[in-house]
């Protein structure tokens, strides 16, 4: 098992910014904290989920939804074993309850995929919420 905890959510006007936050506070057996790929999805209110960004296990691969090209960005920082989305410019439709995800297939080393299946251990969630 592998745990997720999200962070930094809150309540921006739109043009906001808000950096998120995931970490893997503990591991099991046979994880360390750069052996997969993750992905930031989101849920609307009555909406299903949808995927936001993902970053390969290498960090040299990335994708994003065409509704946040050009204002998010994911990164992750294996010393502080932290993977960040920085959205920028938010708008009203950007609100909802962000999770991460992480992906422990070994086709994940290269590349990542914008598809809920494919991931393996989900966090709990942060809401973001975008209004004037």
């Known amino acids: 098992q592998l745990q997720l905890v999200e962070s930094g959510g809150g309540l921006v006007q739109p043009g906001g910014s808000l950096r998120l936050s995931c970490t893997t506070p503990a591991f099991a057996p046979g994880f360390t904290k750069d052996r997969f790929a993750v992905g930031w999805f989101r849920q609307a209110p009555g909406k299903e989920r949808e995927a936001v960004s993902c970053l390969s296990r290498n960090r040299a691969f990335t994708d994003y939804a065409d509704s946040v090209k050009g204002r998010f960005a994911i990164s992750r920082d294996n010393a502080e074993n932290a993977t960040y989305l920085i959205m920028n410019n938010l708008e009203p439709d950007d609100t909802g309850v962000y999770y991460c995800?992480?992906?422990?297939?070994?086709?994940?080393?290269?590349?990542?995929?914008?598809?809920?299946?494919?991931?393996?251990?989900w966090g709990q969630g942060t809401q973001v919420s975008v209004s004037s």
């Open positions: 995800a992480v992906d422990v297939s070994p086709l994940a080393v290269r590349q990542c995929k914008l598809d809920a299946y494919e991931y393996d251990f």
